[in-house]
């Protein structure tokens, strides 16, 4: 029962493609028959073009205009085929709409601006939803500094989704969110690596000091501790995991 759930898993984030966006969606539909009438034409498209696997970045948005379209048009027909799975239905094409959007790239903070305020919306309304009720995600290192970065990573001006969701005035969980950060010490050459998408958590100079206080083959460090001396990474995450597998 739901009484008796322990865990849930959710996702948060657009879609990782623009095929992803279009199988998302279909998987909302029920299994009823779909409306189908010179009204609405939409679902047919989708289901079409969805069971082809390959198609356009165009012509996925076209149908997702198409759906948003025929919806205000037709609205109570909409309600009553999709059901409990109207307003998730409408709400993953807002992420579908990110992704499919021709001005999207991860490669600049414009570009991810976007990203971030969907899974921002997301995991407010979660926590919301459960007061209380403990929250564990797994992100790259993009959205996880817990403050505004001047430059984080490939990054400028950058307010990370870990960053909303400890700093804005509407966020549910304002202060209290804890940020723990993987090193990989058998990737040390990535770690290091010259990339304007990447950058080390950890100082090189503090490498040796880490390493040589990690016994076991996970060790966690608490970063956040009074008179720290690794301030530069408190500003972003309090705890740190040497992981040696």
């Given at each position: 029962?739901?009484?008796?759930?322990?865990?849930?898993?959710?996702?948060?984030?657009?879609?990782?493609?623009?095929?992803?966006?279009?199988?998302?969606?279909?998987n909302?539909?029920?299994?009823?028959?779909?409306?189908?009438?010179?009204?609405?034409?939409s679902?047919?498209?989708?289901?079409?073009?969805?069971?082809k696997?390959?198609?356009?970045?165009?012509?996925?948005?076209?149908?997702?205009e198409?759906?948003?379209?025929?919806?205000?048009?037709?609205?109570?027909?909409?309600?009553?085929?999709?059901?409990?799975?109207?307003?998730e239905?409408?709400?993953?094409?807002?992420?579908?709409?990110?992704?499919?959007?021709?001005?999207?790239?991860?490669?600049?903070?414009?570009?991810?601006?976007?990203?971030?305020?969907?899974?921002?919306?997301n995991l407010?309304?979660?926590?919301?939803?459960?007061?209380?009720?403990?929250?564990?995600?797994?992100?790259g290192?993009?959205?996880?500094?817990?403050?505004?970065?001047q430059?984080?990573?490939?990054?400028?001006?950058?307010?990370?989704?870990?960053?909303?969701l400890?700093?804005?005035?509407?966020?549910?969980?304002k202060?209290?969110?804890?940020?723990?950060?993987n090193?990989?010490?058998?990737e040390?050459?990535?770690?290091?690596?010259?990339?304007?998408?990447y950058?080390?958590?950890?100082r090189?100079?503090?490498?040796?000091?880490?390493?040589?206080y990690?016994?076991?083959?996970?060790?966690?460090?608490?970063?956040?501790?009074?008179?720290?001396?690794?301030?530069?990474?408190t500003?972003?995450?309090?705890?740190?995991?040497?992981?040696?597998?």
């Open positions: 029962s739901q009484q008796n759930k322990k865990i849930e898993i959710r996702c948060i984030d657009i879609p990782s493609s623009q095929s992803g966006a279009l199988a998302t969606l279909v909302l539909l029920p299994e009823s028959d779909y409306p189908d009438t010179d009204d609405i034409r679902f047919d498209k989708l289901l079409s073009t969805e069971r696997r390959f198609y356009g970045r165009k012509k996925a948005l076209k149908i997702i198409l759906l948003e379209k025929e919806s205000k048009i037709n609205d109570t027909v909409f309600h009553k085929y999709l059901g409990e799975n109207y307003e239905f409408f709400h993953q094409i807002t992420g579908a709409k990110i992704i499919l959007n021709g001005s999207f790239t991860i490669l600049n903070s414009e570009g991810m601006e976007s990203r971030e305020l969907y899974m921002y919306g407010k309304k979660i926590t919301s939803e459960n007061p209380g009720v403990p929250l564990i995600a797994q992100f290192r993009a959205h996880v500094a817990l403050n505004y970065q430059k984080w990573l490939h990054l400028n001006n950058w307010k990370s989704l870990a960053a909303r400890n700093t804005n005035e509407d966020s549910p969980v202060g209290k969110v804890c940020s723990i950060v090193f990989y010490a058998n040390i050459q990535n770690e290091y690596r010259d990339s304007t998408l950058k080390p958590v950890i090189k100079e503090y490498l040796p000091l880490f390493l040589e990690s016994k076991t083959p996970l060790t966690l460090f608490k970063l956040d501790v009074e008179d720290s001396p690794f301030i530069d990474m500003d972003k995450f309090q705890y740190l995991i040497i992981n040696k597998y």
